[in-house]
DNA sequence: CGATGTCATGACATCGGTGTCATAGAACAC
DNA sequence: GTGTTCTATGACACCGATGTCATGACATCG
């Protein structure tokens, strides 16, 4: 492999001339310039960052720790669309000249103290550290030598952190429903006291409050456990209590669950949407855009997280914060709208003509 | 940040023997040996793999290079359970005290001399390959000067690569079906022309010849376009065709697919699985778990096949391939039998009890 | 008892860049 | 014309490990 001092040689000129030439750190003659890039490009040169590194006592690393948190398997593979999180950040880190070390524990939380060791050898300048769900962690002490960002958690210590506006997105899709005419609005919510349960409920709650309609109880019914293993029995029930209270549309917590409610309630001969809106959260897209009608979901905004998170890391690392900037930032998405809600005047419109047929 | 130095000073020892004590490359002394891990432990000391990169001319590092390859996003969100692959890749890797540096490319193309570059200046000692679908790809001449394995993916020059079963896992799915009692089994198949498309309709065919049951050519046809855009209206039309040749089962190209059917199925008021049974490919647990009823399906095993890819390359690396290696390696995996497939015995009866009802 | 071998350790050079400082020549100011 | 600044370049040390070789203290052997 060519060193700087092959393509000096080459080029007949010191090699602190060919580094000054990659680096721009000081004025080259142009004529000397061209005569080391020719030199570069003819031996095939890739300077090593090793000795870069070494030298310099930067490493231009940022290390990215995913997975890292659940030890239980509670949403067993909420971290799938966390490679939408990777590319966000890549693609920032990567316009910073920088790179991006991956690790990814697989939800086995002994490997965590390997990882950061490894991160540590290769002297990251930086942390993303990612939780699965929304959610409080508290920070391992070995990580707080260093600029970090956490990413769809936050702590107590008020670390910096991007985190998905939950409570707004609820409340944009609630609003949108009932703007499409929708006044009685079942959810079925994740498990209670979950970070993004609570949020997520109040912005139900804000966005009936702000449209002057009052919540009936028995419309919000929590519609999953925990641990999953009795979900469906616990969602067959929900569903029951929520019908009750005779609802036009049903949010649902997430994208699985609507996929589950489209069985169900295809079993008890609803249509969707014709007799029964549903909404989900999340906008999967290999769930929502697939499922036939197409799902209406609130964007869970991973990839935008990823970006911002990466763009804050670097700002931390440079020590230009924003005036004013938070701790905890939110990012916000657009509800999709799919066919699976239907506007009401529609909807009542489309029961009159059948009623006139039959 | 503590050097080797400093912990050579702190144990009363030369820098050298630090080093042995690390790396355990020749006899210290039991009372030497422990002086030197307190002095590391006291000072906190992380040894710097930059420098014993540049030394030792090993980098340990193994670049892994994704969403690499489709410029075009035929099937945009194919690239999600990648995250399965560097799972399991990651576990083999760190097990050989090694670290995967990932790039992903995010799908644009243009990207990848960049990503590459980077990889050459961190001087990673080979390289995972990874194509978002099964397919024959024709590698830069860039990668070509370290070992390299592909991972869903082939060249024409045999270079080593780790490959899905196609044909054998729906050789299995089908076989399962007849033994359930199947006998005319609608295949709504991928483009065609498609590796993985020839491969499974191989095996479906196969799986009939095998078990002495003829092929209704009506009952296969193509479900999917390249381009996706009206992938919908031609899911419909093929499905009115497979439904005309009587099926007992229809088998889906992909989970996605399948979700869709399940939608067009219930529309026309199939209850499924009791008038009508359907089989995925891919196994997303995300959909097949959650679907309702659960979607037997065959596993498209990303964690197994990033798995052997690395242990493929460690291999390769060390030159210590297996007697009779194959260059190619299929990775099977089990079929998820869920609620979705009804045994025909079953269904007969259950018919027959419904007609007694009535 | 001298020769040989093994164990435990250290001195020193080296990997490939970059930071610091020095310097020669050209341009500019007074 | 002399002093000052700027441009362009090179000499040299150094970042923090490890490979090579040397060496002293013992143990073993014939």
Redesign the interface.
């Known amino acids: ?1 060519a060193t700087i001092y092959d393509v000096a040689k080459a080029a007949g000129v010191s090699p602190k001339t060919v580094s000054r030439v990659m680096n721009g750190d000081a004025p080259v003659n142009q004529a000397t310039r061209e005569a080391v890039q020719q030199a570069m490009a003819a031996l095939n040169y ?6 870069r ?2 030298r310099s006592q930067r ?1 231009g690393l940022i290390g990215m720790i995913t ?1 890292a948190i659940s030890s239980t398997h509670h949403f ?2 909420a ?5 939408y999180l ?2 966000g950040a ?2 920032v880190i ?1 316009q910073s000249n920088r ?6 524990s ?1 939800g086995q939380a002994e ?1 965590i103290p ?1 990882l950061l ?2 991160f ?4 990251v300048e930086g942390i993303l550290y990612v939780a699965e769900y929304h959610r409080e962690v508290s920070l391992p002490a070995a990580l707080r030598d260093r600029p970090i960002v956490l990413v769809n958690c936050f702590d107590a210590e008020d670390t910096p952190s991007v985190l998905p506006d939950d409570e707004g997105a609820q409340y944009a899709l609630v609003d949108g429903l009932i703007r499409r005419g929708h006044h009685r609005i079942g959810y079925l919510t994740l498990p209670e006291h979950y970070v993004a349960c609570d949020l997520r409920v109040a912005g139900y709650r804000r966005a009936h409050r702000d449209n002057g309609i009052a919540v009936d109880d028995g419309l919000v019914q929590v519609g999953a456990l925990p641990s999953s293993t009795h979900e469906f029995d616990l969602l067959w029930d929900a569903l029951d209590r929520i019908l009750k209270a005779e609802p036009t549309v049903i949010c649902c917590a997430n994208d ?2 609507a ?2 409610v ?3 309630l ?2 008890r001969g609803f249509a969707i949407p014709q007799q029964m809106s549903v909404a989900g959260y999340d906008d ?4 929502a855009e ?4 197409g799902l209406t979901s609130a964007e869970l905004p991973y990839a935008a997280m990823g970006a911002r998170a990466a763009d804050k890391l670097l700002r931390l690392m440079s020590g230009t914060t924003k005036p004013n900037e938070p701790s905890r930032e939110l990012v916000s998405a657009p509800v999709a709208w799919r066919e699976s809600v239907q506007t009401r005047d529609a909807n009542v419109t489309q029961l009159n003509s059948r009623r006139k047929e039959t």
């Open positions: 492999m890739v300077p090593s960052s090793a000795a590194t070494m490493s997975g067993e593979d971290g799938l669309p966390e490679i990777v590319q890549q693609r990567d790179t991006l070390l991956i690790a990814d697989g490997r390997t060791q490894t540590q050898e290769h002297r699985k669950m996929m589950r489209y069985g169900l295809r079993e999967y897209r290999m769930i697939h499922l036939h009608p």
